[in-house]
């Protein structure tokens, strides 16, 4: 079986050859006619996917219409954002655009909602993401120590402060020494921070688990 899978390679190797030698203009139609298919796996770029998103429906239709200026911040613009976290198919692509052109009323709208909820996950993850097209880090070090300091939830807790760890990793911050200094020896807070800091020390893991 081995030989003749070797000898089959061969076989393959020299009718590529020959025909892409034959038509060396055309290796696609050269291939292709010696029995092969060409697959296009080139896909769309996220900046193509974003420029071509539309809202889908009202409340996306809201967003953008506040994100254009044409709305002013409210509560139920906030709720709208909320609500397409939690959607069962979020519009990624159209709500990405405005993060990536770091759109002003979209941070306004995300520092808003952390107002009334500093320690909304979704929230904090967005103002993360927005970082990365608008560098502010003392900005994020401050929202994010504070929904640590906040949070009761320990698994919430724990969550936040990985966010806080990954979403700060690139600009040279090591969020869980500094949250080791805040929270007293022995408390629950601090017994997760110690984990978390001997779990990302063991084996340079790149992601922990908790």
């Given at each position: 079986?081995?030989?003749?899978?070797?000898?089959?390679?061969?076989?393959?190797?020299?009718?590529v050859k020959e025909?892409?030698?034959?038509?060396?203009?055309?290796?696609?139609?050269?291939?292709?006619?010696?029995?092969?298919?060409?697959?296009?796996?080139?896909?769309?770029?996220?900046?193509?996917?974003?420029?071509?998103?539309?809202?889908?429906?009202?409340?996306?239709?809201q967003l953008v219409?506040?994100?254009?200026?044409?709305?002013?911040?409210?509560?139920?613009?906030?709720?709208?954002?909320?609500?397409?976290?939690?959607?069962?198919?979020?519009?990624?692509?159209?709500?990405?655009?405005?993060?990536?052109?770091?759109?002003?009323?979209?941070?306004?709208?995300?520092?808003?909602?952390?107002?009334?909820?500093?320690?909304?996950?979704?929230?904090?993850?967005?103002?993360?993401?927005?970082?990365?097209?608008?560098?502010?880090?003392?900005?994020?070090?401050?929202?994010?120590?504070?929904?640590?300091?906040?949070?009761?939830?320990?698994?919430?807790?724990?969550?936040?402060?990985?966010?806080?760890?990954?979403?700060?990793?690139?600009?040279?911050?090591?969020?869980?020494?500094?949250?080791?200094?805040?929270?007293?020896?022995?408390?629950?807070?601090?017994?997760?921070?110690?984990?978390?800091?001997?779990?990302?020390?063991?084996?340079?893991?790149?992601?922990?688990?908790?």
């Open positions: 079986m081995k030989d003749y899978e070797k000898l089959r390679d061969e076989m393959i190797r020299d009718k025909a892409v030698a034959e038509n060396p203009g055309n290796v696609q139609e050269a291939l292709e006619e010696i029995g092969f298919t060409w697959f296009d796996d080139e896909y769309p770029s996220e900046e193509e996917e974003e420029n071509g998103a539309v809202p889908e429906n009202d409340r996306q239709r219409s506040y994100f254009e200026g044409k709305a002013p911040l409210s509560a139920a613009v906030i709720s709208a954002l909320l609500g397409e976290h939690e959607a069962e198919e979020p519009n990624y692509p159209l709500i990405r655009r405005y993060f990536r052109a770091a759109n002003p009323p979209l941070k306004k709208l995300i520092l808003a909602g952390l107002e009334n909820d500093p320690t909304n996950l979704d929230l904090l993850t967005d103002l993360i993401f927005f970082h990365e097209f608008e560098r502010n880090l003392p900005e994020l070090i401050t929202h994010l120590t504070r929904a640590c300091q906040l949070e009761d939830d320990l698994q919430r807790f724990s969550e936040i402060a990985l966010e806080f760890y990954y979403g700060t990793q690139a600009d040279g911050y090591h969020a869980l020494a500094a949250l080791q200094e805040i929270f007293a020896e022995g408390s629950d807070k601090r017994k997760i921070i110690d984990y978390l800091i001997s779990e990302a020390a063991s084996g340079g893991q790149e992601e922990i688990e908790f």
